[in-house]
């Protein structure tokens, strides 16, 4: 006798658990979370290749008077990616709210 289970949603249910875990509900940019983690484990790599790399952090000082002033969708545009920036053959540019 076998017994079957559809372990689906729990798979999803785990899925989401992780996303919310490592990214701001609000703009959906990855948290300091997630950048601790990729950062752990992409230094020891680096490393280890003799490669290098950059990470620029913005601090957007008194952002709550961006929201408060010009509403909460102006604010929401600001923290995005560049268009470009990333020299060619470098890793692209990711934001995260850290």
């Known amino acids: 006798m076998a017994v ?16 919310r875990a490592h990214h701001d509900l609000l703009s959906t940019l990855p948290n300091r979370l997630l950048l601790s983690e990729r950062v752990e484990h992409t230094l020891p790599r680096a490393q280890r290749d003799d490669d290098r790399g950059a990470v620029q952090v913005v601090d957007l000082d008194h952002f709550k008077h961006i929201n408060e002033s010009l509403g909460h969708n102006v604010g929401e545009l600001l923290p995005r990616p560049p ?6 053959g470098s890793a692209p540019a990711v934001p995260w709210r850290v």
């Open 4 to 19: 079957f289970s559809d372990i689906s949603v729990l798979e999803h249910s785990q899925q989401e658990l992780d996303y």
């Open 83 to 88: 268009a470009s920036g990333s020299p060619a």
